[in-house]
């Protein structure tokens, strides 16, 4: 995430935060997130070298449909032999309409990552699609990425993925969730397909609401990759976050 990127980041959400004042308290909100978890694990894989992370975040809603918004946590890449990049922060954006009652959420988002080795490229985008559908206390859902550009040697990749979460009560619940990343590398064989790399992770976790703004969260973690070392090995991570 270079200086301008930034910038220009600043800009629009002071603009959008000025514009919730000029317009319609209704069609404007902005809400702000803060935690911390004992590992940031993201598809399976720990982002800190298995160590305790925090991180933060911001989002605009527009008529509780269309949406920006930016999220930034400390990581540590050192297992693939990255000992520069510290931080990530992501840019997103997308549109959340209802359909016959289902939920989807169509996006974009970008991982940037600050001091990143010269040469080394870690930041990448994405676009998604995301789908949920509300049965009483449970909730069904699918999502697929994809990025066209993989950080490092690799090409195209994609993620699709299966969740599930149920009400207990009014302030626990409980969730699970499989999905599968696959990976083509630039690496071509005589036979002209792309090396491919990829896995199935899955958590399944309970979640405390202990007010409106406070939840905390127990998950397990796990990969089919545990031979690609011990960063995509099985692990139980606890957080909690605050939203205001």
């Known amino acids: 995430m270079n200086h301008v990127s930034s910038l220009a980041l600043a800009v629009l959400l002071a603009g959008a935060a000025t514009q919730t004042h000029a317009q319609d308290a209704s069609a404007w909100q902005a809400t702000f997130n803060a935690g911390a978890q004992s590992d940031y694990v993201f598809r399976g894989i720990s982002q800190t070298n298995e160590r305790p992370s925090g991180f933060a975040g911001a989002d605009v809603t527009y008529d509780k449909q269309w949406y920006l918004g930016a999220w930034t946590s400390n990581i540590d890449f050192s297992p693939s032999g990255d000992t520069r990049t510290s931080q990530e922060i992501d840019l997103y954006g997308g549109w959340r309409p209802t359909v016959a009652g289902i939920n989807f959420d169509l996006g974009y988002i970008y991982y940037g ?31 697929a990425y994809h990025s066209p550009n993989f950080p490092g040697i690799s090409r195209r990749a994609t993620y699709g993925e299966a969740n599930i979460s149920y009400a207990i009560d009014a302030t ?70 605050a939203t205001f």
Do not use: C, M
């Open 113 to 143: 990552y600050r001091h990143q080795p010269r040469g080394l490229r870690e930041s990448y985008a994405e676009t998604y699609l995301r789908a949920s559908r509300i049965f009483g206390p449970v909730t069904l859902g699918v999502a």
């Open 172 to 241: 626990w619940r409980a969730s699970a969730a499989w999905g599968r990343q696959s990976i083509a590398h630039a690496t071509v064989h005589e036979d002209g397909s792309a090396s491919r790399f990829a896995y199935n992770t899955w958590n399944l976790g309970l979640t405390w609401a202990i007010n409106d703004h406070t939840s905390l969260d127990l998950r397990y973690w796990d990969t089919s990759a545990h031979g690609s070392g011990d960063i995509y090995g099985s692990r139980v991570v606890a957080g909690v976050k």
